[in-house]
């Protein structure tokens, strides 16, 4: 802040900071900085504070804060302490000057580094910072030279003395003895974390400063002390009261978390010497249980050298820990304990267990300690965490060998020599035989549902060879679990059941049950079983999966796959088992019921041919094929050669499905030769067989499906059942017997049923037949297929398979939305009809719903006297034209594309479309493009509706419009403020020599960041705009013509709204359909005549086409004469175009601006020899008053005009009169012309 005189000389300044408030709350705002005393020669901090009123400051009064006469107060020290063991802290009555904060005013002996001197911001208190003190000293510290910041210097007391204590012991000997890190679940003691630490020297240890840490964090403790063979629990403040009734308290600034799995625990004393640590884990424990929480651990011996988990285990005590007192794990003297061995035992075949009382030194587990003779190689040594069981593993034993094992120079973890017995002996056996030929003969993988088996799973076993096995240390697993067997012995030719421990006794009714350690688990789906010795040699294996049941029934559970060939050489896999034949659903301790002395060397054999169809058999072997080496060639026939197709039986796997392009002939044989197809040994079949199709007499069936009754629901009148009628087209009575319907995969054959002449035959399901014999001759199935309600297919065949008659319905038939939800029948309108069933059949108009065994209700209702007509044609894109007749065409007489053709050279299309479901509309499609703004003539003929109505030669006219581009449509009249109950309109005008299409432009708005808005289609179909024809565009035409007269009231559209135009001013817009601008008129009310008093319901009219939309004066109110508006109709105001005589010129020496329709606006004309002039136009009066500035700085065109609506500058109507134009132009090398024009403003005479 700075304040100069009137001279710009400098009064005060202050160059303030918001430390100057001395207080963090005032600081954030709302106070203000007073001065100590306006007088005092103090500057900057030291003479300006926080205010201390209540409102936050003093404006216009004396400051809160003054201190009277300031710099003539005493200067002196008001406090000196020592911070800490290097930093003294000296406050004074007032601020010191900062000229003062130097080192040698502040004499220290003895002499010790001052290092920095600080003050805080008033400079009153200062922190003098010093090599560390040392300790037992007296030190004296001399203040010299000092002075305020107004300069009086220091007064009083000016020496001060302190004393440095002696330095504590550090010489404490605290063991960690217990460590309580995973409180939960509860056992007995506190869900509380806690460190007990004891003090195993003969000194009271003061904890003051000690520390502990987990190695992240660290917490330091209070004065708290601890007495020889004390102990004292550790745990976080909040925590003391819990641990209180155990023992010595004392809690850390911050104790450190203990973690459950594994942490480390750091004790150190106030001078930072390590005094113990523990990098514990959960491995410690040495029990599962304990290791899950509620247990601490506890150190054996407190003064054992013995560390790590050697040295701790979990707690015994009943309550899980014993903090405060001796640990529940005590050893006494635990370091001269004898180490001797406790056990030596042989694990296996290549693994020793040595067990010792104490635990053995990390660094004595060294080959040369452990001797072993004969001489095997150790593969390593391995100890659990105790070190106390140490595993040896050598390479495999020597059979039938007896070895000694000398135990080395071990020493324990305390460094104690092993003691006691050092040599051990022990023998090997002899060699077990290893040539069992054991077969896996059959799984129960699936047992549930309970077919006749116990719902348990098992294995079977079959001994093949000539030995007696014991399976002893045998092994059974799924590849992931393993059981192993115990003695028992299995005989030449025997079964034996496999199955868990505790399913054994389900099994012994059935034979020799065997449980192994571990029963794997048998997948229901896929999985597998491997069989090994004692010796882990592969005896058998299998990887069964749920297709070797080769039954979808069985294979849902409850049946056992069982072996086919039990012999070594037999298939494997898939070709060697299948589901059990048995009627319990498995054959477990005896012979498997799928068993066969199948030759696997050679027998594949074609079993037997089944005639499936006129075209189809299926062949049967005796024994499963190579499914990987299945061809389209293996079967032949001597007739018709190749299948055209062979299909595998994946259910049985053991046919093939032959289908040939051509029938088998009647009571002729047929010999299948099969080859190229082999076993699962790899021998090819070499076979075949003969079958003969039997001759069978045709029988023809002249009938038709006549009505169909797919939903009979809700019910108009008929049953609420199914049913399909057939029609008799002949003359004779026919017999259905052996006639063939189809539908939805299902297939009848009609054992009985007759036709009588021309007439009707009622098919329903069996149960519906008394409902309808009501109605006429009825035949019942017993297995009649419903028929769906949205679409489906009936099929008749004759008695040899042969299709004479389709109907594939759709619900789109009805050709009623009411009665295709239910209750009506479809009919057959024409049964001689050559047209599509969609336009032969219908819904029924009888009252009741259908007409079940009578004449249909719409029968030849096609037929009509009315002349089959081409009613118009619609351009529907520039390769596509719409036609539309005045009924349905025979749809596929339709389709032939010489019954059409279009003139000026476009001819005969491409392809045509009928558009169902009626069929009177046509789609010809070209591949050329029609050309744009032109009209064309199509010709139909020769085209037939479904009664058979021929279409003589008819022509209709489509045109295909033009795209406007700009300028080609233009804004001609807009009423934007309507009478009260009007609507906004807009007329446009096609300024083009192009037929343009309505439904190609769209109308809307512009809002004033000239963004489109409000877009509207004006035409949602084609709508033809003539060259130089005007059209309405409204959303109500109909009040339009009410309002005003028009003399072409068919040329309005109307819209469904129409953008928003305000009565003030807007901006309307005409789009071409890719929203181009074609052309935009930006309207004013004030651009009304301004005589008007009220302008409501007056529209602004155009007056030219040639003068560009926006030109001043191009758009002006409608006359009174016409009503105010001329709607589809010439313009009041329009002006004929007029050419210029000269460069300048006018239109008419005269003038009336009445707004009567004549001659109400001056036209003055110009024709210049080029562009780009720049023109001023002023009108004056006869006297020379300026009248109107018409023109200012305008770039011209060579040819155009400008407009006088006789409107002075003031927006008044001009006096009549002599009038002068006086018109400027520049050129662009700035060249002058000027011109001078005389008109008259005229009046009627009243």
Known sequence: VILKSHTERLIDSVAYADTWYRDATKKAGGWSLEKLDLFSNCQGATAWIASNDSSGGTPGKQNSVNILNYDALIFKVDSFYKLTDSTLLISFSKSLDQAALITNNFNIQPSIGLKSIASDISQQKIKLTFQKFQPATTYQIKLNNLSDCSGKALTGTKDFTFKIPPLRPDTAQLIISEIFADPSPEVGLPLIEFVEVYNGGKDTVDLKDYSISNGTTK???????????????????????????????????????????AGKIILKSHTDRLIDSVAYADTWYRDAIKKAGGWSLEKFNLFSICKGATAWTSSKDITGGTPGKQNSVYISNYDTLTLKVDSFLKQSDSTLLVVFSKPIDQSSLVTSNFNLQPISILKSINSDISQQKITLNYQKFQSSTTYKLQLGNLTDCSVKTLTGTKNFSFKTPALRTDTAKLMISEIFADPSPEVGLPLVEFVEIYNAGNDTVDLRDYTISNGTSKGKFGAKKILPNEYLIVCAAADTLAYQPFGKVIAPSSFPTLTNTAGKIILKSHTEKLVDSIAYADTWYKNSLKK??????????????????????AVSENSIGGTPGKINSVNTSFNTASDLKIQQIVMLSDTTIEVFLNFYPDTSKINQAIFSSQKLGLPKQVIFNKINYKSFKLYYSQPFQEAISNTILGSKLFNCNGFEMNDSQSFTKPFVTLINYPIVINEIFLDPSPSVGLPESEFFELKNLSDTTVSLVKMIYEYGGRKIVFNKGSIQPNGFLIVCADRDTLDYQVYGKTLGLASFPALTNDKGTLVLKNNKGTEFHRLSYDSNWYKDAVKKNGGWTLELIDPLSTCKPSQNYSASVDVSGGTPGRQNSIYLSNKTTTPLSFVFAVLKDSLTITLTFNRGLDSLQATLTSHYSINNGVGVPQSTIPIGPSFSTIEIKYNQFLSRNKSYTVTANSLTDCGSNILSTQTQTFIYPAIAAKNDVLINEILFNPRSGGVDFVEVYNNSDKILDFHNLKIAAVNDKDSVIQVKNISGAQLIFQPQTLWVITSNPDTVKS??????????????????????????VVL??????????????????????????????????????????????????????????????????????????LASQTFSPDNDGFEDVLRI??????????????????????????????????????????????????????????????????????????????????
């Open 219 to 261: 917490g330091k403790f209070g004065a708290k002390k601890i007495l020889p063979n004390e102990y004292v629990i550790i745990c976080a403040t909040s925590d003391t009261l819990a641990y209180q009734p155990f023992g010595k308290v004392i809690a850390p600034s911050s104790f450190p978390s203990l973690v459950n799995s």
């Open 1072 to 1145: 071409n359909k890719d929203n181009t601008r074609i052309d935009q008129f930006n309207y004013h009310a004030k651009m009304h005549f301004a005589l008007l008093k009220d302008v409501e319901g007056i529209s602004l009219e155009r007056s030219s086409f040639t003068l560009a939309t926006n030109a001043m004066g191009n758009f002006r109110s409608a006359t009174a004469s016409v009503g105010y508006a001329t709607p589809a109709d010439k313009n009041s105001q329009f002006l004929e175009n007029v050419s210029a005589k000269n460069e300048i010129s």
């Open 1165 to 1246: 004309l110009f024709d210049l020899p080029q562009p780009n002039y720049v023109a001023n136009v002023t009108i004056y009066n006869d006297q020379g008053k300026l009248i109107k500035k018409l023109v200012q700085n305008q770039t011209l065109s060579a040819q155009g005009e400008w407009i006088w609506d006789g409107i002075d500058q003031d927006n008044n109507k001009a006096k009549t009169g002599i009038y002068i134009i006086y018109a400027e132009l520049f050129d662009l090398n700035g060249n002058v012309k000027k011109y001078k024009k005389t008109a008259v403003s005229a009046a009627k005479f009243e």
């Open 1043 to 1068: 309002q005003y007269f028009t003399a072409h009231p068919n040329h309005f559209i109307k819209v469904a709204s129409m953008p928003s135009y305000n009565d003030d001013n807007g901006k309307a």
């Open 556 to 577: 849902s559970g409850g049946w056992s796959l069982e072996k086919i060939i039990l012999k070594e050489k037999s298939c494997n896999g898939f070709y060697n088992w």
